[in-house]
């Protein structure tokens, strides 16, 4: 890690797990040794409208609010979210969607959130075993074996 703070942003509908991705980021990144802020916003999440979640991470962070144009990384579950939320991303950063991971060929599709994180996972610098620890601590043991695989395949794919 440098001392750079690093931004993303995560963006869904309701029910595809955005929060729960920003939790096992913040976890992994906090596991790492750094400064972990995160901030969300739910709003019509229960009715599939639109979700996001923002983890700021680095030696420190003093917000948890990411602004406009300086997300490093916008990672979409929902590709339909992509424009809605693309003023967050800075101008060299790096969007992230389901055709980064061909969602159609997952397991299940409920392990896209994970798929995804294990693409970001290549760009961050955070050591496999954080990340493992982070979807350990955060996703139940019945579906765990599945999502840390689908993990490293992501992390470990050709770009």
Same mark, same amino acid.
Request: proline share 3%.
């Given at each position: 890690?440098?001392?750079? &703070?690093?931004?993303?942003? +995560?963006?869904?509908?309701?029910?595809?797990? &955005?929060?729960?991705?920003?939790?096992?980021?913040?976890?992994?990144? +906090?596991?790492?040794?750094?400064?972990? /802020?995160?901030?969300?916003?739910?709003?019509? =999440?229960?009715?599939?409208?639109?979700?996001? =979640?923002?983890?700021?991470?680095?030696?420190? &962070?003093? =917000? $948890?609010? #990411?602004?406009?144009?300086?997300?490093?990384?916008?990672?979409?579950?929902?590709?339909?979210?992509?424009?809605?939320?693309?003023?967050?991303?800075?101008?060299?950063?790096?969007?992230?969607?389901?055709?980064?991971?061909?969602?159609?060929? %997952?397991?299940?599709?409920?392990? %896209?959130?994970?798929?995804?994180?294990? !693409?970001?996972?290549?760009?961050?610098?955070?050591?496999?075993?954080?990340?493992?620890?982070?979807?350990?601590?955060? %996703? $139940?043991?019945? #579906? %765990?074996?599945?999502?840390? /695989?689908? +993990? !490293?395949?992501?992390?470990?794919?050709?770009?």
């Amino acid at each position: 890690m440098n001392d750079k &703070v690093i931004n993303v942003t +995560f963006a869904g509908i309701g029910g595809q797990g &955005v929060l729960k991705a920003s939790d096992i980021l913040a976890e992994a990144a +906090f596991l790492a040794g750094c400064d972990v /802020k995160k901030s969300e916003v739910h709003g019509m =999440s229960q009715r599939g409208g639109s979700v996001s =979640s923002e983890v700021r991470f680095g030696n420190r &962070v003093n =917000s $948890p609010m #990411v602004p406009d144009g300086e997300s490093d990384y916008l990672v979409v579950l929902a590709t339909d979210q992509t424009e809605v939320n693309r003023h967050k991303l800075c101008s060299d950063g790096m969007l992230i969607t389901p055709d980064d991971v061909n969602a159609d060929q %997952l397991a299940n599709a409920k392990c %896209l959130n994970v798929a995804l994180l294990g !693409r970001l996972s290549r760009h961050l610098g955070i050591k496999e075993e954080y990340w493992i620890q982070a979807l350990t601590d955060n %996703l $139940p043991t019945k #579906v %765990l074996e599945l999502n840390v /695989k689908i +993990f !490293r395949e992501k992390a470990a794919a050709e770009a």
